[in-house]
């Protein structure tokens, strides 16, 4: 798209430009909003302090081999249940493998779990949910009572059942947590289908000819996407603790894998005497826990239309 | 003498079952003329624009007839053809654009949908139709004005070239120089293209400026049918309609 | 001569925004006797927000300053909270447009006013059940046994304004602002909720403050109006003298409007000028509005 010929005789700076209330192209456009909407986050000092633990977090998984200092399976059992020194940073185990190691290549894992569920879960969510306030009649009725079935379901039983069937392993675990977590996403996204759906601007949609497909993905996806990314954000928290707990229980990694809830089950025995092996595991979930609650709430801000863009 | 473009008999519009039933249009007939003008006045819940949502297939339940063009429709669902003829422009301009849309992917995916050609070009003409510049294109509706967005409105309801627009309160969300901009972009609308206008609002003097004909309605049914002269002249049959018009007196002269 | 009721120099109202502070009324002043004074100003004016201020309802981070606002003689600029609730209420009221949204929908109406009243006079239960009967009766109830007892979304919104009224008059307060009451009725109910208002303002002597975007209803019952545009008064004149303002934005304002007695081919639309929002005002327009020359209010 050819921009308009330039009006100004002095150059717009780049912020000036991505503030313009009268952009001239698509990227400009859609670049302002963001950087719009960044300017809002960015104003929530908590939330940018959440924003960089989380970026850290993803830092560490992806160079955990350069940062590791040593193998997280590496054994040492003259060195086992050494406190923090200068060198191990953060102890030794009952194996006596550095917990920092441990820690640093566990966060793959729990990236890998968080992440896989945050795709799936709200994904789930948002087609029945949006479906269901879409389609309304029959429809509606029967993807709500599938909801209300799968939201009866407690998370760690129907976990116990699928390491009973499957054996147990992260991936069943995420399975388990994954197929449990939906319901409230389709309730939220059903609940802003319901409002969305008598606006004007989806009347004069269908006044144009579009159809039902075409309504529901371009036109009430976008505006249902901004509350269920907040609560993604928010429910990280709940899900980490799910997995580690699940963890904990012995359903998820399988020794010697360092996920973190399984090394707080491993610190249990010890925690009296030797508190480092499980307290330091206990940190990490609790620290990206907290991050994803603050950033949460910087989404909030950004991306609610009452304070935001609208 | 041409078919008339539109025409209505017996429409009943309800909602809801009994006992919870809501009648909000009681068995109307009305007839619009190709290249009229006509307007539906009425207080709020006398079923005007109900009426108008009944054609645009947006009233669930509804009984009669309606004929648009030759072409009888049906329940809710409408045909391709209907909405090359039949476009329409709501009230708030605050809810009829989508909130996450520029202006130009609002008239470009109209225009898709339409089966239009070259769609760049006539975006561009759109928007000089409507008097924006083309700096207003890539606008989130944030970005606009009241009267800014009622304009995109037009533009998009102009963008499958219909012959027919109906028009639920387009000024009533508006300040009154807005408005008046808005009207007068209506006006020369329908005379540069021919188009037919079947108009609602509650504001007799805007149905008094822009319409040839006029039906008042009440609860409803319509109490009265007149055309412009008569009722700038005061000369109505109902005295429903003479306490409209007089409920709309101007107390102030022209100034200056 | 007396001295006026309200007494307003240089209100300003501003919030900080992204880009710069934001002035929503910049250096309004006007004097209010006991009459009806119209605000009249399409949206953006700062016609609401001067309303607000003047009851202390502009939270931060908006800032109120002014060179003076005065209501009797004592200063009720920037007053603590505590002040103010004394003030809101009981001395200066305030009806908005659309009491869908101003009167408590699971309260019964009747116990709307009663508490309200309660709160601003302290009188008992039962000398305030009587003043809110006596007040459904002012404002021209028919069953006003049956109003008191009903829910705020069994009323119409004619009915709904009513009971708005009764409730900010009942402690009879000096000051009443009117914020749009009529905007969001019915045409045919309009004239009389608002003769209803009128009635009751000049019996009791009070003060009246219309805001309003329409410049025909404030006409009809006010004595004097000011324009603004953009956050100050452009124009003062009463309301009789509407026909003949001077400032060309009340000329555009009233020439704007479609009009049944006098037909036109194409509306005649406002051009704005920058010198409307910018430049100097004309002493001679606006100056009227110091109760100098208006004592206690025309008609």
């Known amino acids: ?310 | 003498m041409s078919a008339p473009i539109l025409e209505i008999r017996d429409l009943r519009v309800w909602f809801g079952n009994p006992p919870d039933r809501v009648d909000a249009v009681k068995g109307v007939d009305l007839t619009v003329a190709r290249g009229e003008s006509f307007g539906l006045v009425g207080e709020s819940g006398s079923g005007k624009s109900t009426i108008l949502r009944a054609l645009a297939g947006l009233a669930p339940t509804w009984s009669g007839t309606i004929t648009v063009d030759g072409e009888t429709l049906r329940g809710t669902a409408r045909s391709k053809a209907f909405h090359r003829k039949v476009q329409m422009v709501f009230q708030d301009p605050y809810a009829s654009l989508h909130p996450r849309h520029t202006v130009d992917r609002v008239l470009a995916e109209t225009l898709k949908l339409q089966g239009m050609d070259d769609v760049d070009r006539r975006i561009a003409r759109l928007l000089d139709d409507v008097g924006l510049g083309q700096g207003f294109r890539f606008r989130y509706p944030h970005q606009l004005s009241g009267g800014q967005r009622q304009r995109v409105a037009v533009a998009r309801a102009l963008a499958g070239e219909p012959a027919l627009l109906l028009l639920d309160e387009p000024t009533s969300a508006l300040d009154v120089s807005v408005q008046a901009e808005i009207l007068n972009l209506l006006a020369d609308l329908r005379a540069d293209r021919g188009l037919t206008y079947l108009m609602v609002s509650h504001d007799l003097a805007v149905i008094g400026h822009l319409c040839q004909r006029l039906a008042v309605m009440q609860g409803g049914l319509i109490v009265d049918r007149l055309d412009a002269a008569a009722l700038r002249a005061g000369r109505a049959d109902s005295a429903y309609t003479r306490h409209l018009i007089e409920a709309s007196q101007s107390y102030v002269g022209s100034a200056g | 001569m007396s001295a006026p009721l309200l007494l307003v120099r240089d209100l300003r109202v501003a919030f900080p925004t992204r880009q710069g502070v934001f002035e929503a009324v910049r250096g309004v002043s006007f004097d209010l006797g006991r009459e009806r004074l119209g605000v009249v100003g399409e949206s953006g004016s700062g016609k609401s927000m001067t309303g607000r201020a003047i009851l202390g309802l502009v939270r931060p981070p908006g800032r109120v300053t002014a060179q003076r606002m005065e209501l009797d003689g004592q200063s009720i600029l920037n007053l603590p909270e505590r002040q103010m609730r004394a003030i809101r209420g009981r001395r200066i009221s305030m009806v908005m447009q659309d009491p869908k949204f101003s009167l408590n929908p699971v309260m019964r109406v009747g116990d709307q006013i009663v508490e309200a009243y309660r709160q601003q006079t302290g009188a008992g239960r039962a000398t305030a059940r009587t003043r809110a009967m006596e007040m459904l009766e002012a404002v021209r109830i028919r069953e006003p046994e049956r109003v008191f007892g009903a829910y705020p979304h069994e009323v119409s919104g004619g009915m709904g304004q009513r009971i708005m009224i009764a409730m900010m008059l009942a402690s009879g307060p000096e000051i009443l602002i009117a914020d749009e009451p009529t905007s969001a009725l019915d045409v045919s109910v309009r004239t009389e909720v608002l003769r209803i208002m009128d009635d009751l303002v000049r019996d009791r002597g009070m003060g009246l403050i219309f805001i309003s975007h329409d410049l025909n209803l404030v006409a009809q019952f006010c004595d004097r109006v000011l324009i603004m545009y953009a956050g100050r008064v452009v124009e003062t004149l009463a309301a009789r003298d509407l026909h003949a303002a001077r400032h060309p934005y009340t000329q555009g304002l009233l020439n704007s409007l479609p009009r049944l007695d006098a037909p036109v081919e194409r509306l005649a639309v406002l051009e704005r000028r920058p010198e409307w929002k910018d430049g100097p005002l004309d002493p001679a327009l606006v100056d009227a509005s110091m109760i100098d020359a208006f004592p206690g209010g025309v008609r």
């Open chain 1, 1 to 310: 798209m050819t921009p308009l010929p330039d009006h100004a005789a002095t150059p717009q700076s780049t912020r000036d430009w991505l503030l313009s209330d009268a952009p001239t192209t698509r990227r400009q456009a859609r670049l302002g909003a963001l950087y719009q909407g960044w300017l809002v986050f960015r104003a929530n000092h908590l939330a940018v302090v959440g924003l960089i633990i989380l970026i850290l977090l993803i830092g560490t998984a992806i160079f955990a081999p350069l940062l590791a200092p040593a193998s997280p399976y590496a054994q040492n059992l003259a060195e086992r249940l050494q406190p923090p020194s200068a060198a191990h940073w953060l102890g030794t185990d009952h194996l006596g493998r550095d917990i920092l190691s441990r820690l640093i290549w566990g966060s793959r894992i729990t990236l890998f779990i968080v992440g896989t569920v945050a795709l799936i879960s709200p994904l789930i969510g948002l087609i029945v949910g949006t479906l269901a306030g879409f389609a309304g009649g029959w429809v509606d009725q029967v993807l709500m009572r599938i909801t209300d079935i799968f939201l009866a379901f407690p998370k760690l039983i129907l976990a116990l059942a699928f390491v009973a069937a499957l054996g147990p392993s992260i991936t069943n675990a995420v399975l388990a947590l994954a197929i449990t977590g939906w319901p409230p996403y389709a309730r939220l996204a059903r609940a802003e289908t319901l409002t969305i759906r008598n606006a004007d601007f989806i009347a004069a949609a269908r006044m144009q000819g579009a159809s039902p497909l075409r309504l529901l993905v371009l036109h009430i996806w976008p505006l249902c996407l901004s509350s269920l990314i907040v609560r993604v954000a928010l429910d990280m928290a709940g899900i980490i603790l799910s997995a580690a707990g699940l963890g904990f229980l012995g359903l998820g990694a399988q020794p010697p894998q360092p996920e973190w809830g399984a090394m707080i089950s491993d610190g249990r025995t010890y925690i009296l005497d030797f508190w480092w092996v499980a307290a330091m595991p206990g940190i990490a979930i609790f620290l990206v826990s907290l991050a994803f609650n603050f950033l949460g709430d910087g989404l909030r801000d950004v991306l609610d239309p009452k304070g935001g863009a609208e």
